[in-house]
């Protein structure tokens, strides 16, 4: 490959450098896109990205993690680098280019690798070590110069591939993409897809594709090319296909909630072979919903019109209304679908919503940064484990029996927390802005200290904790596990998010946002500001009460370490990523920021680099969150009648 | 009668109530302790002086990295949240330069030499990293809302803590130990570790340079110009993008000062997380003492650090309450609520005054 | 028509393939993991390896490749997989990692977890799903006690190769009063369950000895100005400052017990959790002379043992508890080749109660932590580390110097005028 290059390059190279030597010249962007690419990859190595991501395998016994990542940096270089200059030069120019850009990015792992030959750096960077080296020599560490050869080569070749890439028709190029993404998607959280699949489908029957949680060389070929289909296939199969999907899920997850009722089992068939149960409840449904949809789609007869790619998307009323159905079925039965580890998750997440809609109150529709918001929760918690453990600090409950139980203490932490709010808010209703944010952040941390104190260890066990908690119980049924406690969190979230829509429509919400706007202004207007201020933090307060007497009762037991700060970030987090002040935002964001870095377990050590990655990105590319409310969108794009953007939104007029 | 009814405010009267419960507390707290029978467990006069220049050095590192957040405050009004991370970057990378040093005998056989040479190597990388950040992260948030730099700060936070256990490691290092630094001397019958003069006397150095950076030269007329508005900055030809990155590489400088300076008094627990707790703390500092003020953060650093060294034992062992040390964020952070109280705007927060902030 | 005739018929031969299973013969109690031919035998961690407390996992995590490593990767001709989740050092962590690993069915025993309070969460969740845990840090006397009374979490499958508390701190405290003859003690922990747990065994146990208790209390997890305190205890003058803490709290409290004035006759004494080869080096001269009980570690395996982390892994431990990790494994994975029964089709039967049955027979297991013997009665259900596998050690200037571990100055039972 290389020498190929080479030859291409000598008859170009005057050219060549004289378009680079000129900062003007397009070509200065490839010496550029090279060594960005190359710090990328010099950097994943350092960090021990590679090494670690080498231990997963996204196609069984074919390529790892770390193999694919290691092109990923060089190959998206080239693919930009492509897109940029590829109006103002021949396809030959470009390709040479790109292949450029991937001879340059292998440069500075090459230079630490031979540094590493002469110095021991090791000391230094612990990931300098021996799987280091494997990896980017492609296991000739003991001959360095065929490694350097052969990491030159390929990622010579990315470069080039990615040029190829950006030079096919757009259509080829958006579906091979896809595959690929779905592919390497499917890999990497084969784990999350395995634990939903076993659900239905027999251990045996999934070796067929997925061994140990990694994907088969044949099943990823057939999700790649299945995903190349997807993109070429009319809209209106693809949205029927996903429908049927989704109807076959929940189909799945009302088999296996009734299995799981002792006394609705009986009415059910299944089969201990597993043919009927996937024919019952994936196939049929699947295939129902699948017909249905396209009947749907494709209104009556005329098929022949509508098959040709229409971007006529708009659907009818009935999709919708069927949609909505779906959803809300899907919902409902969530955590029988997914199984009891993801369900876990799913409570986890939905703790965070709940504390999202709180906190939204006061920093997205007050405007007061609240960085202390894990107090409510802890307060929450602690009231919850104090009033009904079992153990020795239990204020009611004993071993011999149960006197207050979970319904009856979730109104006093909801109380408690608010009263929380209201006292904390109190001395800081006078401050403005950041004073507002490190002060409340002091909140957050003198909770903390409260709560591990030696002080208080009398009352709520300090650094040992709070142990015994019981598990709610509700009709006889004790709701023990997540799958259980799904639905508790789930009418929790929806009475929330109901008072959070009618708060934001009501007389207080519209006052809250006049003070957000303006408070100087809202208070000439005759609102009471303080009153309105504390009103915002006492009911954002609540919320967080109610999610930390779930999470109470959820872990079983309470330690204080569950209460620091980052709880308060991750929250507020949430709300900025999902997009301010808006509800469904509140939900993505807390899938997004709380339920990745769940499933993203087995990345540990890397979990929290990403995430901090994502915020940056985020932030970045899209400031206005992942699903921004209507209002604040109008805001931020500036229509004629509002003001520009940098003006109105979120606390820039304090 | 009716008319002192109107002007009655609740939140007004439940605020001043606190202050007087706050203050009466502290002052019931500090005369117990005081008056504690000596047998007792009372602390001497003389541990009350280490413990309060104890609180000044501290105090002094504190200040040093609460500059960072200062400056960069007063010119993009941002929170850079992950500055704290900036400080351990230095501190973390010249202990290796550090262990090495003292390997060949170079940082006891020339430490006047030495200690500098780590000073500014740390404060290098640091600002390299600070500029990096703004140009990568930050720059292209201007004129965003107020949020969105702070979430992408806290993200920055995460990224570069673990970016830099990643490259060198989850273990904790320490910083050799340098003779010179040994010792006391005796002043007018108080003996002062050697350590603490030196945290002190170059958090001054540096301190005072900085100052007279703002104060004095073009570029800190620059960055004030800046910090007061940036359009007409710009239209008296200002390059405001080169006056940011200035004012991050400033702070970033300064931050990686410190984390040598807190590395050579305090050589241990060098590792990746070492920047977050110092990082909130001098950030409150930055806010105690009025945020995007030079001397406010100066002043504030001294003053959070002898409260947290002295607060706990003074107040809370007379209050007989267990544990005290264990709550001295406790008070930390009271205080800071009570002086925002009293002053809103931070003890020297003029500036801030304007509805600006 | 025709596609939706296509993809019909695709997911009809994706059921086809489906082949029904055989149910092996299993007499076992809990069940039995079947292994087939090709597949490989599957073991799991839950530690802390993101946060603050990272560096605890990290050292488990070496202590186990290492273990692994020690088996070439294979155990009866099966290839070892190991299975990594991240439990935190939080009950909520724990409990998540727990379910995560108790959907996998062909899991059989995990390592972990490393703090007492992510134990006390996924404990049900793994004992109903018919594994074992094997911690290597968990300390706190509640996890192997079942009596609820006395506050007791223990469900069955849970073991240690960490010392119970009780065992420890009570050593602690004999020979602070014993062999030290200290009447006067004040204990430091750091708000984690670890110190706090064992700092109030050890002055109970003192208490009990006879001596005075004078001062207890306590830093924050980050704190790096330690005077307040030391000045407070100063003030009682004690014979030792007990603080079973980790790096770096304990690194400061030591060398900064050097600038307190008062505390120049007080003896430190510290516990596995600075039981690190970097602990002395890392604290100075104020080291020197200062007690840390810990694992009674077998001398030249262990020397191997850190040479072959240094150059599988890099460095040197993180934190003192790699050894136990390393222990950890090789009971459960010395347990599975046990029990492991050949079934016909060439693959393995495992027994999830039998391998409990053989973890709890474990007896004189010759560990890097020393010899090791499975309890099986209340309160020490489960604690293979027994009292005799400590050690009480004195750091000299040549540990200073880079010499590890330490001489011993006392373990149980050891006569009192030698």
């Keep these: ?654 | ?357 | 028509m025709k596609r939706f005739l296509f993809v019909l018929a695709l997911l009809a031969l994706m059921v086809g393939i489906a082949t029904p299973v055989l149910a092996q013969e299993c007499d076992d109690a809990l069940g039995c993991v079947e292994i087939g031919e090709d597949d490989p035998i599957v073991i799991a961690s839950m530690l802390t390896t993101s946060g603050a407390t990272s560096f605890l996992g990290a050292d488990s995590e070496g202590g186990i490749e290492l273990a692994i490593a020690g088996w070439d990767g294979e155990l009866l001709g099966h290839e070892i997989e190991w299975v990594k989740e991240d439990s935190l050092c939080s009950a909520e962590g724990g409990q998540t990692a727990a379910q995560r690993v108790a959907a996998d069915e062909s899991v059989l025993g995990v390592v972990g977890t490393n703090c007492s309070s992510a134990a006390a969460a996924a404990l049900p969740i793994i004992s109903e799903a018919g594994l074992v845990l094997i911690s290597p840090s968990n300390t706190a006397p509640t996890l192997t006690n079942d009596d609820t009374e006395a506050g007791g979490v223990y469900q069955p499958g849970y073991f240690r190769t960490a010392h119970n508390d009780l065992f420890q701190g009570a050593i602690a405290a004999q020979f602070a009063y014993d062999v030290l003859g200290a009447r006067s003690l004040a204990t430091i922990h750091d708000g984690s369950p670890y110190a706090d747990g064992l700092q109030d065994v050890m002055a109970t146990t003192f208490a009990e000895l006879g001596g005075e208790v004078v001062f207890q209390g306590a830093v924050n997890v980050g704190d790096t100005e330690m005077g307040a305190i030391l000045t407070q205890i100063a003030s009682d003058s004690p014979d030792v400052i007990y603080f079973p803490i980790f790096e770096p709290e304990s690194n400061f409290i030591a060398a900064q017990s050097l600038d307190i004035d008062g505390l120049e006759n007080t003896i430190l004494m510290g516990a596995d959790g600075s039981f690190v080869d970097s602990f002395p080096e890392n604290t100075g001269d104020a080291a020197v002379g200062m007690y840390l009980s810990g694992p009674l570690v077998a001398g030249e395996a262990y020397d191997a043992f850190l040479e072959l982390w240094d150059e599988e892994i890099g460095g040197v431990p993180p934190s003192g508890f790699h050894a136990h990790a390393f222990d950890a494994t090789n009971i459960l994975l010395d347990a599975i080749e046990a029990v492991a029964v050949e079934t016909d089709d060439g693959g393995l039967s495992i027994g999830r109660q039998a391998l409990r049955d053989a973890i709890a027979a474990t007896t004189d297991f010759e560990g890097l932590t020393g010899t090791l013997t499975c309890q099986t009665e209340a309160p020490f259900i489960g604690d293979c580390a027994t009292g005799e596998a400590l050690a009480v050690f004195e750091i000299t200037q040549a540990e200073l110097d880079g010499n590890w571990p330490p001489p011993v100055a006392w373990q149980p039972g050891m006569d009192m005028d030698e």
């Design chain 2, 1 to 357: 009668m009716s008319r002192y009814l109107d002007d009655f405010s609740l939140v007004d009267f439940t605020i001043n109530a606190l202050r007087v419960v706050i203050i009466v507390l502290v002052f019931w707290g500090a005369f117990n302790t005081l008056t504690l029978p000596a047998d007792a467990g009372r602390i001497t006069g003389e541990q009350w002086f280490d413990l309060f220049v104890a609180g000044l050095t501290q105090g002094s590192i504190y200040a040093l990295i609460a500059l960072g957040y200062t400056l960069v405050y007063g010119i993009l009004l941002m929170i850079n949240f992950a500055h704290g991370e900036i400080f351990m970057a230095g501190a973390f990378t010249t202990v290796f330069l550090a262990t090495w040093m003292d390997k060949i005998g170079f940082l006891n056989g020339y430490p006047f030499v030495a200690i500098p040479l780590l000073i500014i190597f740390s404060g290098f990388i640091s600002m390299i990293i600070a500029v990096l950040l703004e140009r990568i992260a930050y720059r292209p948030l201007r004129g965003a809302p107020r949020l969105v730099p702070l979430i992408t700060a806290i993200g920055a936070s995460f990224f570069l803590q673990y970016t830099f256990r990643g490259l060198y490691g989850s273990g904790f290092k320490s910083y050799p130990t340098v003779d010179i630094l040994k010792g006391s001397v005796a002043i007018s019958g108080f003996s002062i570790p050697i350590a603490r003069i030196f945290v002190f006397v170059s958090a001054l150095v540096l301190m005072g340079g900085l100052y007279w950076l703002v104060e004095r030269t073009k570029i800190g007329k620059a960055m004030r110009a800046v910090s007061e508005d940036k359009e007409v900055a710009r239209l008296m030809g200002i390059d405001i993008n080169f006056v940011i990155m200035f004012t991050f590489a400033l702070g970033g400088l300064l931050a990686g000062a410190a984390g040598v300076i807190n590395g050579l008094y305090r050589p241990q627990g060098v590792n990746f997380f070492m920047g977050f707790r110092p990082g909130i703390k001098a950030f409150t500092a930055a806010v105690l003492g009025g945020i995007g003020s030079v001397p406010g953060a100066m002043l504030g650093g001294l003053f959070l650090g002898v409260i947290e060294a002295i607060g706990p034992n003074l107040v809370m062992t007379g209050l007989g309450i267990p544990g005290p040390n264990q709550l001295q964020d406790v008070i930390a952070f009271t205080m800071l609520v009570l002086v925002l109280i009293f002053r809103p705007q931070g003890i020297i927060g003029e500036r801030l005054t304007e509805k600006k902030a």
């Design chain 1, 1 to 654: 490959m290389t020498s190929i290059a080479a030859k291409n390059q000598q008859g170009q190279v005057q050219s060549l450098w004289k378009l680079i030597s000129d900062e003007s010249q397009p070509y200065h962007h490839i010496l550029r896109m090279g060594f960005l690419a190359g710090i990328t990859l010099l950097f994943l190595g350092l960090i021990g990205m590679l090494e670690a991501f080498n231990e997963r395998e996204v196609i069984r016994d074919v390529v790892t993690l770390a193999q694919f990542v290691l092109f990923v940096p060089t190959f998206a270089a080239a693919y930009m680098a492509a897109q940029r200059i590829r109006e103002e030069q021949s396809i030959g120019m470009v390709l040479v280019a790109a292949t450029i850009i991937g001879l340059l990015s292998a440069i500075p792992t090459i230079v630490i690798l031979l540094i590493n030959t002469q110095v021991n750096i090791r000391d230094m960077f612990v990931h300098v070590n021996r799987d280091w080296l494997e990896i980017i020599t492609f296991d000739n560490r003991n001959q360095l110069g065929l490694g350097i050869g052969l990491l030159l080569g390929s990622l010579g070749l990315a470069g080039l591939l990615g040029a190829v890439l950006q030079n096919l028709p757009q259509k080829i190029r958006r579906s091979v993409i896809f595959g690929l993404s779905l592919m390497l998607v499917i890999g990497v959280m084969s784990e999350t897809v395995g634990l939903i699949m076993q659900e239905i489908f027999t251990d045996d029957f999934l070796d067929n594709f997925f061994k140990r949680d990694t994907l088969l060389l044949n099943s990823a070929i057939g999700l790649f090319v299945f995903g190349v289909a997807l993109i070429w296939v009319p809209d209106k199969v693809r949205r029927s296909f996903v429908f049927g999907l989704v109807v076959a899920m929940v189909a799945l997850g009302l088999r296996n909630l009734l299995l799981a009722i002792d006394s609705l089992t009986s009415i059910i068939p299944t089969s201990e072979e597993g043919f009927l149960d996937v024919f019952l409840y994936f196939l049929l449904p699947f295939v129902a919903g699948f017909a249905g949809r396209l009947y749907l789609e494709y209104g009556s007869r005329d098929s022949n019109k509508a098959k040709t790619d229409t971007k006529a998307t708009t659907s009818t009323g009935r999709p919708i209304r069927v949609d909505l159905i779906v959803s809300i079925a899907i919902l409902l039965v969530a955590p029988w679908i997914v199984g009891r580890a993801l369900s876990d998750v799913m409570v986890t997440i939905g703790i965070f919503v709940l504390m999202g809609i709180g906190l939204n109150v006061a920093v997205g529709l007050a405007g007061l940064l609240d960085l202390g918001y894990v107090t409510n929760y802890a307060v929450g918690a602690y009231v919850l484990a104090v009033m009904t453990s079992t153990g020795p600090l239990g204020l009611f409950n004993s071993q011999e029996g149960v006197i207050v139980n979970f319904w009856m203490v979730i109104p006093v932490a909801l109380l408690a927390a608010m009263l929380a709010g209201f006292v904390f808010a109190v001395p800081v209703l006078k401050m403005r802005g950041d004073y507002l944010a490190i002060a409340t952040l002091g909140f957050g941390e003198i909770i903390g200290r409260l709560a591990v104190s030696d002080a208080l260890a009398p009352i709520i066990g300090g650094a040992q904790g709070m142990s015994f908690i019981p598990k709610p119980e509700l009709l006889g049924f004790t709701l023990k596990d997540p799958e259980q406690l799904y639905y508790i969190i789930l009418v929790a979230c929806a009475i929330t998010l109901i008072v959070s829509i009618r708060l934001n429509n009501s007389r207080t919400g519209r006052q809250w946002m006049a003070i957000r706007e303006d408070e100087d202004v809202a208070s000439a207007m005759g609102i009471n500001v303080a009153q309105a201020k504390l009103l915002a933090f006492t009911i954002s307060a609540a919320t967080g009460g109610v999610a930390g007497a779930i999470f109470a009762a959820k872990v079983g037991t309470v330690f204080p370490n569950s209460f620091s700060v980052i709880v308060s970030i991750n929250v507020l987090s949430l709300i900025i990523v999902g997009g301010m002040g808006s509800n469904p935002g509140i939900v993505v964001g807390a899938i997004v920021l709380i339920g990745l870095p769940e499933l993203l377990r087995e990345f540990s050590d890397f979990r929290w680099l990403m995430y901090g990655a994502l915020l940056i990105w985020m932030m970045n590319n899209r400031p206005d969150g992942l699903w921004p409310s209507q209002v604040r969108r109008r805001e931020l794009i500036g229509d004629d009648s509002s003001p520009p953007a940098d003006e109105s939104p979120m606390m820039a007029s304090e």
